[in-house]
């Protein structure tokens, strides 16, 4: 199959591609399609870009050792994405596990205690990089939980759907802690809105 | 993507989110992908071949072979030697066991006698036989005291012999 052929293919047929004769080129072009938005997801759940980088080549050292693991069944983004995720998850654990103290407790229904950033000015506000920043701090601070689902919706723009297929809950579920991580989110990012 | 259901109430957060930076993998990822999943079957090719041939395993696993095979030959050499007394039968001694054979052909010759069958060959012919051949044991390194009697008593011996032995066989040895 040829370069171009391969390029016009979708992700389940490249995946099928790589599973029948082990093209590799068909790999290659599907971590050209899903490195960028791997680093994004993980980044976003993360806030560690070293280790955001570490977790998306594992995913992708996986899917390549585990090809054959993948069922036609299922979309390849939403098979990628839940190995992207198990790993964010694992070595968010991790790191929790590590950390002495913590304000924010780990749970769906606990509720968080932290306190609006208001350490910036509204001049400085102005520049998307600082409010990028502050954006990070806030998703960081609501729990692993909705902060998950939130960035693979208004992130990544993933379909309630595929988010259900992904954290393995169902799609009302998705969709009510979306809002709730949201809502926690509103309430520390108060100080852009005012502006 | 986004479905048109979407909250209202969180417009402007969802707006936010939407809005910010995209990041992007660096332009060596792919170069440092290829290279580690190649390190990696390297690897699995190395452990494969190390779990036989290397040293570092191989030493171990002999000497703790050796050491099983030592530890069985030893156990072995010690059931072979050792026996549980509970466990094995006593020692019977050959002489008792023709003196009862001797007792209980006896009883079945006195028996038959008494019923008034003719029986008399068997106590006349096996078993005075088998009393002159095996009743007497033989007495030599037996550890219990001796006494030697003098011609005189060895003939009133006899005397008291004959006349238990007349007793015994009744009017028939007569």
Redesign the interface.
Same mark, same amino acid.
């Given at each position: 199959m040829t370069e171009r052929n391969l390029n016009e293919l979708s992700d389940e047929e490249l995946i099928l591609e790589f599973q029948k004769n082990s093209t590799i080129r068909a790999f @290659?072009i599907l =971590? $050209?399609r899903y490195?960028?938005p791997l =680093? *994004?997801y993980v980044?976003?759940f993360l806030g560690d870009?070293e280790a955001c %980088?570490d977790i998306?080549?594992e995913t %992708? /050292?996986k899917v390549?050792?585990n090809k054959d693991s993948y069922k036609s069944i299922a979309k390849f983004s939403t098979w990628i994405y839940t190995i992207a995720g198990n790993l964010a998850r694992t070595e968010y654990q991790r790191r929790r596990r590590r950390s002495i103290f913590s304000l924010n407790a780990y749970g769906e229904d606990e509720e968080t205690f932290e306190i609006p950033d208001e350490s910036y000015r509204p001049d400085q506000l102005a520049d998307?990089?600082i409010k &990028?920043e502050i /954006? $990070?701090k806030a998703l960081l601070k609501i729990s692993p939980v909705y902060r998950d689902m =939130? =960035?693979l919706r &208004? /992130?990544q @723009? #993933?379909?309630?759907e595929e988010i259900a297929e992904i954290t393995g809950v169902n799609v009302g579920t998705v969709k009510s802690r979306i *809002?709730r991580g949201?809502?926690q #989110? $509103?309430k520390l #990012?108060k100080n /852009?809105?005012k502006e | 993507m986004h479905e048109n259901g979407d909250n209202m109430m969180f417009k402007e957060i969802t707006r936010t989110l939407g809005s910010l930076q995209k990041l992007k993998a660096p332009s060596d990822f792919e170069a440092n992908l290829m290279r580690k999943i190649n390190s990696l079957s390297e690897e699995r090719t190395l452990t494969f071949i190390e779990r036989f041939l290397s040293p570092s395993r191989l030493i171990p696993s002999t000497a703790l072979a050796a050491a099983a095979v030592i530890i069985l030959f030893m156990f072995n050499l010690q059931t072979e030697d050792s026996e549980n007394p509970l466990m094995t039968d006593p020692r019977v001694r050959e002489d008792f066991i023709l003196a009862d054979e001797v007792a209980l052909k006896t009883e079945s010759g006195l028996a038959a006698q008494r019923n008034g069958s003719d029986s008399s060959n068997l106590l006349s012919g096996d078993l005075t036989r088998v009393r002159n051949e095996d009743l007497f044991i033989n007495k030599t390194g037996l550890n219990f005291r001796q006494i030697y009697l003098t011609e005189g008593e060895k003939e009133q011996l006899y005397k008291l012999k004959q006349k238990i032995k007349s007793l015994w066989n009744g009017p028939a040895v007569k």
């Open positions: @290659e =971590v $050209q490195k960028n =680093v *994004n980044f976003r870009y %980088m998306v080549q %992708m /050292i390549f050792r998307s990089g &990028d /954006i $990070q =939130v =960035v &208004d /992130i @723009e #993933l379909s309630y *809002n949201r809502a #989110l $509103q #990012l /852009i809105y | -």
